[in-house]
């Protein structure tokens, strides 16, 4: 695999992460550079670590991801998504007397350490599924030191991705607080359900 087409890959591969990391950058108003460089990192180490897990693990758990991966993401993009909506929509205000503002939407508090996992994982499943393609598809002439500059690209691609689309989302920082929540959730629920039906309409026409 040369390295042009080692990047389609990564940009590929990085377009989920960027979407989350854009609607995650409409809900939060404070603290956006630490939560940016968290969701950066999260996502990125495990795009670059999935490829080497897939391509050591190989045919087995491709099978096992095609099968599985995109009910994962519904699950795991529907269940956050549905949160920041129900949190906006029914979670009790609270008043702030000097600036007005509503529940805390701060990066430390949105962005907890089992939620950035989750989204670490789910948005790095076909990853996980491309390494093990690669080991199919390359025999036994290639090993793991093969793959690891091309993990190493696809991780970068996707930390810069996020970083960039987090900041784009700063021009949106305007709109209400409540309905950017809103917006924010129905992206991440849209998400989880345009890839389970993607893989179902697939699977069908086969």
């Not at 949106?172 to 959730?185: D, H, S, T, Y």
Request: net charge neutral.
């Amino acid at each position: 695999m040369d390295s042009l087409q080692t990047l389609g890959i990564a940009f590929a591969l990085a377009s989920d992460a960027m979407i989350v990391a854009f609607s995650y950058g409409v809900l939060i108003r404070t603290g956006r550079t630490s939560a940016a460089l968290k969701l950066a990192v999260s996502t990125g180490f495990f795009q670059a670590l999935m490829p080497v897990i897939g391509f050591v693990a190989a045919s087995g758990v491709l099978r096992s991801c095609e099968a599985w991966d995109h009910w994962i993401a519904f699950v795991v993009f529907g269940a956050l998504g549905g949160t920041i909506i129900y949190n906006a929509i029914f979670k009790q205000e609270e008043e702030d007397a000097a600036s007005g503002d509503v529940e805390c939407s701060c990066g430390k508090c949105v962005l907890g350490m089992k939620r950035l996992l989750a989204v670490g994982v789910a948005t790095s499943i076909d990853a996980l599924v491309v390494g093990a393609g690669m080991r199919c598809l390359a025999g036994s002439d290639v090993g793991l030191a093969d793959v690891l500059p091309a993990a190493a690209i696809i991780g970068g691609v996707t930390f810069f991705g996020v970083l960039g689309a987090f900041g784009v989302s700063r021009i949106f920082r305007k709109l209400p607080q409540r309905f950017m929540e809103i917006v924010a959730g129905l992206i991440l629920f849209s998400l989880g359900l345009v890839t389970l039906i993607q893989h179902l309409c697939a699977e069908g026409g086969q």
